[in-house]
Structures are given as structure tokens and as C-alpha cells.
């Protein structure tokens, strides 16, 4: 069964920094492309980034410039960080795949302050 355990999550100051950790349970986790969404209250969950099996990143518009997405094939994690972070950063973080996904995990929340 695959999981996700989502962590590095907390309180930001806007115009800082947030680096956010994905540990995956999963044998096949080298042949999967990985994906960071997002869900901010009242809102539906989106992609913010997504990172190929072959390290290849692609970015959500309104990140694009100042996140990076990273993965570890060996300790099977995926990173995410995203500089000069603002209010609408705000939301619960989660991780999945993004061309078959699988039940989410709790996420970690992102709360930014003024």
C-alpha cells in the first residue's frame, strides 16, 4: 500500500522561505512521476509542481520562478521549496501522483504571517 508522510510545514513570515519534505512508501516510488498540490480553505486542491521520473520539473504558474521540486530515489522522498512566499502560499500540503493517484496523506500545513 502506498503512503505519503508530509512534513516540514509551519508557520512562514511572507517574503520568506518554506522547504517541505514528502516521504513515500513505495516499492515502485522510481517509476513514478511525484507531484505537490495544495489546498487553501474554500478552495479545491491543486498542482503546484510535479517532478518526472526522470527529474524533469514542471511548475504551477504561480509558483513558477520561486519554487524548486527535488526528489531522492534512494531515500524516496520529494522536496519542495518555495521562496519569497505570500499570503495566498497559505494551505494544507500534500503529495501524490499525479497520473494515478492514491489515497491521500494528512498533508502539512503552510500558515503564512504578515
Known amino acids: 500500500q502506498v503512503q505519503f508522510a508530509e512534513s516540514g510545514g509551519g508557520l512562514v513570515q511572507a517574503g520568506g522561505s518554506l522547504r517541505l519534505a514528502c516521504a513515500v512508501s513505495?516499492?515502485?516510488?522510481?517509476?513514478?512521476?511525484m507531484g505537490w498540490y495544495r489546498q487553501a480553505p474554500g478552495k479545491k486542491r491543486e498542482l503546484v509542481a510535479q517532478?518526472?521520473?526522470?527529474?524533469?520539473?514542471v511548475y504551477g504558474d504561480f509558483v513558477r520562478g520561486r519554487a524548486t521540486i527535488s526528489r531522492d530515489n534512494d531515500k524516496k522522498m520529494v522536496y519542495l521549496q518555495i521562496d519569497r512566499v505570500n499570503a495566498e502560499d497559505a494551505a494544507v500540503y500534500y503529495c501524490?501522483?499525479?497520473?494515478?493517484?492514491?489515497?491521500w496523506g494528512p498533508g502539512t500545513q503552510v500558515t503564512v504571517s504578515s
Open positions: 517532478i518526472t521520473s526522470d527529474d524533469i520539473p
Open positions: 513505495d516499492s515502485q516510488f522510481t517509476f513514478y512521476n
Open positions: 501524490n501522483r499525479p497520473e494515478s493517484p492514491v489515497p
